[in-house]
């Protein structure tokens, strides 16, 4: 028997590709790739041959593949649901998910009881929680959680290939949509999309500052073009800035601040398909500066590393419910941002 963890993928886009397969390349005495699929054969089997792994076209041929340890899911959003629960109930040793596990919060309600029936646990890909360098800061914030008045997230950054191809030569890139007049739906799907896809990396560490969200509101939203969101919220009295915009930029930035009346707090990540070292946190407090990272390794690595952990028993799983929090707060704010572009001049909607 193998004494690493046989890894299985569903999806083999790039991300796949650009992320996962090159740190993996970095943790061989962990883990090894034994098994690819894809919808598309053609791409399943190219993927695979890079890495010496069988390939099929179908999730079940992974799933019944008893070389398979750890399934990694790295496919479109809407089949994850399905996907992360067959894998559970597969009796697989743990299952990677990309962000977002689900895509409602009945989804994750059940993804979480299944976990919870089955014994398998979940690890969630939104790498900037496994960050070397946010996790530092957050064992040294103090009470910068319940001081906190202003939190922003801020993201810019240029289209996906430019990063995916410092990584990998992507084998069936996506091909982009074609440009199009935009109607208020289009937008408000925009949006939406723009949370679920990309600020959803962030959303988790903001909820570990405002773990409570019953008093979400969100105050303005509106989409970008060609792609990306500028929101403003409040949690608990705290105002929360999210924007993004992916544009042909050249300078990439991806920076979360929190603010209260005695501390800031500013975290630089990589961008995402990156690897090249942790984010950067710096902590000032009056008269004091604290900066931890970049450390050698980044998220990516991190959630790989944790889920060897969990499965040696060496770390609790990720609390479910938890997840399931993260997800139906990630579901909150793009509904809502999604309701007030459909409708900006409702009451009570300017408040
Ligand atoms: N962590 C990160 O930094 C990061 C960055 C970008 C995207 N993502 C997430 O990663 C996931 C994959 O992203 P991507 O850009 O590679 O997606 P993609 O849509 O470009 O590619 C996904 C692949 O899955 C295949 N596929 C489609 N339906 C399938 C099915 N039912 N079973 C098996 N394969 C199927 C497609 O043929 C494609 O090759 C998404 O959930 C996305 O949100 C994560």
Known sequence: ??????????????????????TLARLTDTFHVVHISDVDADTADRVAG????SSSTSADAVLDDPRVDVVAICTPHRFHAAQVIAACRAGKRAVLCEKPFATSADEAAEIAAVSAETGVPIVVGAMHTFDPGWQAATAHWGSLPQNSHTIRSSIVLPPNPRFEDFATEVISPRTSPPAEARSVEAQAA???????????HDLPLVRTLLPHFDDLAVLSACALAPFGYQIVLTVAGTRVELHALISKTWQPDWTLEVYSDTQALRVEFSPSYVHAGSAVATLLTAGSAQ??????????????????????????????????EDLRFATAVADAAADLVRSPYREGALA
């Open 291 to 324: 900066t931890w990272g970049p450390a050698t390794h980044n998220g990516y690595e991190g959630e790989w590393g944790d889920l060897a952990a969990i499965v040696r028993g060496e770390k609790q799983a990720p609390d479910t419910a938890g997840l399931v």
């Open 190 to 200: 925009l949006a939406h999309a723009g949370i679920m896809g990309l600020a959803i």
């Open 50 to 53: 890079r890495v010496g792994a």
């Open 1 to 22: 028997m193998s004494s690493t963890l046989g890894v299985g993928f569903l999806g083999a886009g790039p991300v796949t590709q650009a992320i996962h397969l090159p």
